[in-house]
């Protein structure tokens, strides 16, 4: 009797074994799926920042060229009014600079002054009024008339 209990018993856990078997390798498959699925949503995300950035870059290269082409056209119609509006064209730029760091200098000069006549020490208001954007001003000016003309100009004799 008791090995008609016993066989019951273990023939009935394995029936069961395939069963609970079955439960595992499903919840594994479900694992599986679940880290498939966020493999493919990573890859969605750079799919679509790459793309993002390409649109960003010839977006880029389309406002170039349209800069390209305005200044060719400023450059011809100057050209076809005479030497004078050629000369008065390309005194443009140069006039606004000019006059942009003559006027910031000035702006300096009695930031510089109004704190020295409320008593700061030369030392320190000099520190205090060279600030991260005086630097940036400065190299943005520097760049833009030694960098960039010397790269056109070097790019223009190839």
């Given amino acids: 009797m008791i090995e008609t209990l016993l066989g019951g018993v273990f023939g009935g856990l394995l029936r069961l074994a395939p069963e609970a078997f079955k439960l595992f390798d499903r919840a594994n498959e479900r694992k599986h799926e679940l880290a498939m699925l966020g493999a493919e949503m990573e890859f969605a995300k750079l799919r679509g920042e790459i793309s993002m950035r390409q649109t960003e870059a010839s977006m880029t290269m389309a406002e170039l060229d349209a800069?390209?082409?305005?200044?060719?056209?400023?450059?011809?119609?100057?050209?076809?009014?005479?030497?004078?509006?050629?000369?008065?064209?390309?005194?443009v730029r140069p006039t606004v600079t000019y006059a942009y760091v003559i006027a910031y200098f000035a702006v300096k000069v009695a930031m510089y002054l109004l704190a020295l006549k409320q008593g700061g020490e030369w030392k320190e208001v000099i520190i205090l009024l060279w600030t991260k954007d005086d630097v940036t001003i400065l190299f943005s000016i520097l760049s833009f008339w030694f960098v960039s003309r010397t790269l056109d100009r070097n790019n223009n004799k190839l």
């Fill in 67 to 91: 800069i390209g082409e305005a200044f060719k056209e400023q450059s011809s119609t100057a050209q076809a009014a005479g030497g004078f509006v050629a000369a008065i064209s390309a005194l």
